[in-house]
């Protein structure tokens, strides 16, 4: 069974940092393709960032680029997205989710729970 247990959120003040984490068990990275998405109040789902080992690349919204970096630490087997220059646009739920042999937008087959960032203008 896999499992996608994210943490780390809470609430910051625009330009402030916060480095979310996702615990992965059940599913190995090098698998397919794992990713951070957000989902803000009254919005959809949105694509953060994503590695796929398989398919060799990382990718990142706009919107974050330069300012979020995913990285992974295949010891733990954790997910982690490093976010600096937070905004108050930046407030969502965040979701860790894998896909089991697909590249990054070949869709999600598990997904967490979700943490909540809160970036207060």
């Known amino acids: 069974e896999v499992q996608l247990v994210e943490s780390g959120g809470g609430l910051v003040q625009a330009g402030g940092s916060l480095r979310l984490s996702c615990a992965v068990s059940?599913?190995?990275?090098?698998?397919?393709?794992i990713a951070w998405f957000r989902q803000a109040p009254g919005k959809e789902r949105e694509g953060v960032s994503c590695?796929?080992?398989?398919?060799?690349?990382?990718y990142y919204a706009d919107s974050v680029k330069g300012r979020f970096t995913i990285s992974s630490d295949n010891a733990k087997n954790t997910l982690y997205l490093q976010m600096n220059s937070l905004k108050p646009e930046d407030t969502a739920v965040y979701y860790c989710?894998?896909?089991?042999?697909?590249?990054?937008?070949?869709?999600?087959?598990?997904w967490g729970k979700g943490t909540l960032v809160t970036v207060s203008s």
């Open positions: 059940g599913f190995t990275f090098d698998d397919g393709a």
């Open positions: 989710a894998a896909a089991r042999y697909l590249p990054c937008d070949g869709g999600m087959h598990y």
């Open positions: 590695i796929s080992r398989m398919y060799g690349y990382t």
